[in-house]
């Protein structure tokens, strides 16, 4: 008997066109399913639709019938459906409860009423599968992005589900964190559904593929034949590489020369970094979780002193931090890009326009969706031509078509005779020169050092 | 000391600044409420006693203009201003916007101490039947640091695109999109909650490790202190 059963499933949220349109779908028990489709396809409303939280969380038209081990979600509460299903969220700010990592993990565990003696040893064991055991005692306020989704997965598996549904989970993780926490989902031997833009790593991972587009399900095939249909239909998803050309380096437009920082004394993040960045190109920052690439692109782009060394900038500097909810603070999507322009809204529809967001001027900019609310934040940034453009994590929750737009638009505005620098996990964008940055083992604990 | 102890023992230092009727006893209070909020890191602890201490100072500044006492020696005769009277600051005046200032200062002391060195999640599992609540207050004291890394990551967006937050009304102009911001935070996370089974009958609490006798103590000491404050001081 399937785990799980979605029957004619049409969703729509109020005020809004259907999410979703007649889904069909059945999952085997251990199943490991890709959920892809570009950004606003419907994947993160048909996981909602899994937990029960549509219809019961986010009201709305629905239609059809989704069945969960033999529970209806219409019919039961996702309160009810937890410890049966498990959800790790989009952002892992927006999900986490308490102040200390072990009681984050023990949190779910007690809502579902499991013995009391049982709740360490299993809070211990799901830490140590995303080996995060050490992060035990830490404040959650004070953990990176990446480890926060750790935590937030640990959380889950916790649970030990039959249904794990993973929305976008790797997407603030360095590579290797992301292997290790996929290889975490693949020991699990539940159910999973994971919806994620880094197509390889799903496919390496998935024994089925599901494909959405316009909340309509376009694909429902075993990994092999999900391959071929998306080389022929999609063929982005399977090689969504850019290459940057070769351009004739041009005048130095910034220079950081023996930078250093340190958010806590004896613990630099950053320690003596000489950058130079030439007009027409394009380089990237690399490196784990807390090598210092945030702290080095803010440094770059004026906006932290460090606090050694010097940094000198011939032009202006734009900055495009990675956390789209930071840039909606105006009433309208228009006014939001011209804010940057002195109101010049001919221009602001221009940068609009380019990331393909003409037709959401009028929008209030919190009704975007998360990818729309990411290209939203470039033209916001880009619209003022910044003769130094600084991205940090620009592909977050963007889908592979995305992606390459965006590599494209990041070499036309370099050929532009600008230089860009960016800080990204992303090895398929498109960069002329590759920076890697690294934790530096042999200096004091938590040292940083760029190589 | 178990957090329940040393919640209890900041309300009874609260609760007693604000029954002590002497100014010395209350600024005691105060000096002792900020020896305590001064253990907690520097770069967490900083937005909590700008908010006791000028919270305290605005009161100590402006209570002397829309309170008047006849009593006392005359310091300084102001102007008369329609509706609030004639302006003027007497000893009595100033004594009286002190104590109040340091009620409030420490108040303000005791919340921060609360919020930057107590572990909030002990306090909920410490909460038994009221356990509801207890996360609701937790949450909302996650407020104030979650709100202040919001305004810093919005203000440095504004500064990325290169427009310039200048004086006070540039930066109230990001005060509607934090608001905002909290609230999509705050539904994403009761979405969260309840996919993990918040509100579900028949939970259970993780075993914490039982008061000692220095907590035992704490809560007759707290009773002292309120009724010492309330009587004598």
Redesign the interface.
Known sequence: MALVAVDGLSFSYPSAPPALRDVSLAFEPGEVVALLGPSGSGKTTLLRALAGLVPHFHGGRFAGRVVVAGLDTRRVRPAELAGTVATVFQDPEDQVVMTIVANEVAFGLENLGVAPHEIWPRVERALESVDALHLWGRRTIELSGGELQRVCLASALALEPQLLLLDEPTSQLDPEAAELFLAAVERLGATVVLSEHRVARALELATRVVFVDGGRLLLDASRAEAVEWLSAERPLYTNPSVTAPHVPAGAVIAALRGVSYAYRAAMPVLEGVDLELRRGEIVALEGPNGSGKTTLARIAAGLVEPQAGAVELWGRAGYLSQDPGRYLVKETVLAEVALAVNGDQQRAGSALARVGLGWAATRHPRDLSSGERERLALAAVAVAEPDLLVLDEPTRGLDPERKVALGEWLQEYAAEGRAVLVATHDQHLPAHRRIGLRVETQAPAGARVAV | MSPGAAALLLAAAGTAALLADRIWTVAALTVMLLGVCLRAPSGRRRVYLFGALSTGLGVLVLSPFLWSSPDGTLLWEGPTIPVLGPLDVTTTELIAAALNALRLTALGLAFAAYALLL????L??AAGVARRSA?AV??AT?LV??LER?AV??A????????RLEGARGYA??L??LV??SL??AT?????????????P??????RPPWSVRDRLALPLAALLILVAALWL
């Open positions: 572990d909030h999640d002990r909920v599992a996360l937790a949450l996650r640091p979650s919001d990551g919005l440095e967006s504004v500064r990325g695109r290169g427009v102009t990001l509607s999109p905002a911001g999509e935070r994403s996370l009761a979405e969260a909650m309840e996919a993990r089974g918040f509100g579900r028949g939970g259970t609490r993780a075993p």
